[in-house]
């Protein structure tokens, strides 16, 4: 079994930044893909950012150019930086990863609220 334990969310005004990591532990033999979702009240969730093994990445529009996802293999975990935070990134953000092996997890969430 794999947890994910995610770490960073908070309340920051506009423009203000967060760094959001998620932590992978448990019988992880392979993993493939990390990725970060969000889901904001009444909206489906969405991707926001992933990557792969040779960290390639891919991030939603509506975030590039604010957001950076990175991983640190050795140690399972992946990161969101957020930069330039708007109120409409407010939501729930989950960590997701799949192993080689195909079986995805999904973390808990973590609360990110952009207000002033």
């Known amino acids: 079994q794999v947890q994910l334990v995610e770490s960073g969310g908070g309340l920051v005004q506009p423009g203000g930044s967060l760094r959001l990591s998620c932590a992978a532990s448990?019988?992880?033999?392979?993993?493939?893909?990390m990725a970060w979702y969000r889901q904001a009240p009444g909206k489906q969730r969405e991707l926001v950012a992933s990557?792969?093994?040779?960290?390639?990445?891919h991030y939603a529009d509506s975030v590039k150019g604010r957001f950076t996802i990175s991983r640190d293999n050795a140690k399972n975990t992946v990161y969101l930086q957020m930069n330039s935070l708007k109120p409409e990134d407010t939501a729930v953000y989950y960590c997701?990863?799949?192993?080689?092996?195909?079986?995805?997890?999904w973390g808990r969430g973590t609360q990110v609220t952009v207000s002033s």
């Open positions: 997701n990863l799949w192993t080689n092996g195909g079986a995805a997890y």
């Open positions: 448990g019988s992880i033999f392979s993993i493939d893909n």
């Open positions: 990557t792969g093994t040779t960290s390639d990445t």
